[in-house]
């Protein structure tokens, strides 16, 4: 089964039970953990890369949900297109209210 990932800890009041429908939910930063900044891009970047590692993302398979502070997942976006070729997201569409999936490629 595919994992989808969730790069930080959400607000209380965001719903995110529809995402689980593209696989099993996995948090990168666990609620409650503290962490570097990610304007400390360097750190916070090999952080989530580590982290992704040890939690055994496929990029061809998982997914990115693209929730969370906007600096975060840009810096986390970043890193992971750096270290793989192709990956896949997940985008809520607030006019079909669900979400969808996307896949990210280097141009060559």
């Known amino acids: ?26 948090y990168v930063i666990e609620p ?36 969370g502070t906007m600096l975060t997942i840009a810096v986390s976006l970043i890193a992971i297109a750096q270290a793989h070729s192709e990956f896949n997201i997940l985008l809520f569409n607030s006019s079909m209210n669900e979400y969808v999936e996307k896949q990210i490629r280097k141009e060559k």
């Open 32 to 67: 409650g953990e503290r962490r570097c900044s990610p304007f400390q891009h360097v750190e916070f970047s090999a952080l989530i890369l580590n982290r992704l590692q040890a939690l055994n993302f496929k990029p061809d398979v998982d997914k990115i949900c693209i929730v």
């Open 1 to 26: 089964m595919s994992k989808v990932f969730i790069i930080e800890p959400l607000r209380r009041d965001l719903d995110i039970t529809a995402a689980s429908d593209f696989g099993e939910i996995q």
